[in-house]
């Protein structure tokens, strides 16, 4: 390791990665978080918010196809989307790929954040917040979708883990959150989630978050990817009370593919399906899950990925 | 990160890992390379040579579960299996578990190395080297396989990446060595070793393995999986002139899985199935390897994930 | 640097040093303390407890000579010693050197670290836990003092800083222990005592340090040395009513090195008055100090460096 | 150690020195070297050049002091000062303290650097670069000096150490040079330097150089300090044909401060008399030193502080 500037991130009590910093582009605080946006060698560009990496210029791709795609093609004909975070405009981009979209809320609350990747991630956002059929919202996802009773035939929802006892997201983690997502979405229409690092299957975040999302919706099927930036898998959600993306043939996938013109890097017809075929210790970590993260007693997640429920 | 004992891992040249270690269990040097052995908050013991992880107590049984099932089970009956490196034992005790099993040859050129892992590892080979059918050969492999002639159902093989100009394990990797394991095999055999780190589709070890591997036999098939205590996702290949893997029904692995009494962790028939397909970018970057390492020119890797071959 | 073994020292929060393992000689945890014992490259053996370097196998003859030889050289006629702390026994070591000695009590609260010391620190102690002369004691100094009235010519302190609002070492930094210090002094006699790294002149330790000793002692001087294995300066103090120690002549004490036959490696006369001659920013942080620890409202230091006291 | 941003000093081949960094003002590379320039917790602003710090915001005043005033005291009335190297202009500024400097002439190779301190670190050059009597100039030191018969009272040396074999700096440590610096001193002359750094005895720097300059300077004097933000004990040399600075009194030093009116934060007459008083270990090594660096075969320095000198 040459000397230079380094990115310490701590992954877990116990392990931590050192990232070589070629050239540091900005950092600082906005209302609501810190960030750090600098430049490596292997990844490009990497954005840091709090402590986690949250996309990196090389390798974003894998991680909003994954977050994506699955959702938007399980839908036959998606229309209007609601995204929650995902501040960096990516996964915007990846909404806007499907001609079917007609218009795409982003409810991210940090205002500041955005402008950042407005500014200094031109390759995640490529444009799309000028898409026409694009509008940007900072508020409280939560508080916006309560105030707002529109509906949408997609909700993608992409946030950060709730570590820490005080962790304001965790109150996007519970039962109540999912059913107002229910409550928003049109007859026919699913939810898509970003659902935490799977380590180890001792590792509490994915279980309890599949477990309180199948309190509520019909379906809920969970996949998995690597994400090579964070030097992590991946785990995700889908559910519906109307689909079963578990159910979706490979050759339906393909054709909608095809349909909508998708130029895809990383996912196909074959590889979305297979990621949603689980290693068995994880089926068995998901299957024996007792926790439901509720309102009166909302989830949170030590350091070292246990789970925590307040009484 | 609190005060401390730590191991930096140098991943790539620009992100490393520094992992906690509890008690230092053992450290030096054998005639062949340096080794080390130590506790960790969240993966238990970890066995690192040279410069890489290379099992952890807590998800070993990920890696040799993926190393030595896929091959295994895709014989309809392996009495014989000669495995190549491997010294913690675990893959040995993994083609134990298969009862059709009579006679495993395993050639593990460092001998103080296998004596260490008997001693500080017995969660790895779990008594697997005292085993009957198990003869355990400190030798050069490709000098040992030339010098004798006896053939095997299935030759697994588990060796470091050849990193570096002078890597001692390029000449494992060459179209030569496979061609010596082809004719090690009996009718019906097959092959199956690691096969790189996956970091990126722009790392080339796996793509060029592969198409290396891809002139000797009829079919060669990759697959991946995550394994934790290495943070990377990892490649592996099966090979055979008869059988195709990517062939087998779900259905028939299954039966082998239920026929051999297999108790499995990690994998059970359809993840089994589901590590064979991969993205669609790894697939772009292994059908447009050009790259064949042969004993005239054997490929290295560069720190960065660059292949090299001599002219 | 390269892959391998390293101590995470926490200097400051902001300053940490990684030192390079070669082996782990030992380490763990005894009633009191958390220990490693290691080898090093350039400093060879070096003993951590809890956070902090404590010596080195090159550099500990620095450290030693610094803190023992000024004080003893300052006494005609040093015959019986009190060490509180100095565990690995080279302090020990330093004191019997001189020939006029005729017995020394060593005081450190660690029995299992002084057995330690005793196996894997031979470079450090030399034998002399096994002199005639010295006697080693496990107990709380203070309140072994307390109950032994037995009276010495010298009093050497060499204790951990007290850093953190718990820290027992705190009150051993008290007006009130070192009353009970001079009190177990016979007459003439003088007390010396390592007092805190001089980072930078805004750290609290040897400013607080010295205005409490002086509220006891009729004569407090300070004198600071550099060590190169902490990569820091370090504060001493040499307090007596009977002596003060910066009116003593370079003729003196080199009289008194040459009469006792001390080899020493890296004090002289001229230096160890040098060491005495403190830069005018420390010399007025000292003078403007107002701070004085006392058992109802013993100091304690931050990880800042920042002085606190219990109301 | 939380997460965030840190700059890796490599301080040996041994020890490295991560320092937190709370925001990066610049880096890049000049035609000459790589910087760094960041604001820390402790130090405030740090300035890196390739690997090594080179002064901070907050301790920047001990360095400079301890550079400039030895040599600018030990002269009766020093009109004209030449100072190599210096690119921050804290060297000018301490020099244009004494009133009686009439014309500086700083030449440091660097000019994209010199831009960069007067933008990025006003508290270092405080506007010195403005002064009327300076003068700086970018070039090879060696070559102006060459170049222009000008004399000087004082010349300040300030340049990095000599590590690796094709240091350019080594041409600026070798007899030859000296001699130079010699020749454009006027009668009564003296020279200053930074002499490397002192972390053990067995380090090279500091002796060879003493010994080099001691082959052209009647009278040779070495002196040390210890710089908190390097963590290390610095060397430094005064020598002159005309003057030596050991035999100056104390009270001449004092009288020479008081007629300046020079107001110095760190040094006064005693500590800079004190500091020329150099531990035992230290002047053995310098008195046993037989290397000299000449231009035919200059000195360098290993990673390790080891001496060497090409055949």
Redesign the interface.
């Known amino acids: ?21 070629n ?2 582009l900005a ?2 605080r906005t209302k609501y978080q810190e960030y ?1 946006i ?1 430049d ?4 490009g560009k990497v954005l840091v918010l ?2 986690d990496v949250q996309s990196t210029e ?2 974003e791709y ?1 991680y909003h196809e994954t977050l994506v795609h699955p959702v938007m093609l399980a839908h036959p004909r998606p229309r209007s989307v609601f995204v929650v975070g995902g501040g960096e405009g990516a996964t915007l981009r990846e909404v806007l790929k499907h001609p079917t979209v007609e218009r795409v809320v982003m409810c991210d609350i940090d205002d500041e954040l955005v402008e950042m990747a407005r500014k200094y991630l031109p390759e995640w956002h490529q444009g799309s917040f000028d898409d026409a059929r694009a509008q940007v919202v900072h508020a409280d996802a939560r508080a916006w979708l309560e105030a707002h009773p529109e509906t949408y035939d997609v909700v993608i929802v992409d946030l950060n883990d709730p570590v820490g006892e005080d962790n304001p997201a965790r109150m996007l983690y519970t039962v109540e959150f999912y059913e107002l997502v229910k409550r928003r979405l049109n007859p026919g229409g699913l939810m898509a989630m970003q659902a935490g690092m ?3 299957t001792h590792h509490r975040m994915h279980p309890v978050v599949h477990h309180t999302v199948k309190q509520v919706f019909r379906y809920t099927r969970s996949y998995h ?2 994400i ?1 930036g964070f ?3 991946f785990g995700f959600i889908v559910a519906s009370d109307a689909v079963d993306v578990a159910g979706l043939s490979e050759g339906t996938v393909e054709a909608r593919i095809l349909e909508r013109g998708l130029q ?5 017809a ?2 979305l ?2 990621m949603f ?5 994880l089926k068995e970590a998901i299957a024996s899950e007792q926790m439901v993260s509720r309102d009166a007693a909302p989830f949170w997640l030590t350091e ?1 990925g246990e789970a925590r429920q307040q009484a």
């Open positions: 390791m040459e000397y230079g500037m380094y990115y310490l991130e701590l992954v877990t009590p116990y392990e931590s990665i050192l990232r070589r910093m050239k540091v950092s600082g750090f600098f490596t060698g292997a990844f709090d402590k090389r390798d894998i799977i380590l180890l990817n690597y090579p030097m992590l898998n895809l890097k990383h996912l196909d074959a590889y399906e297979a075929v689980l290693p068995k210790d070292e």
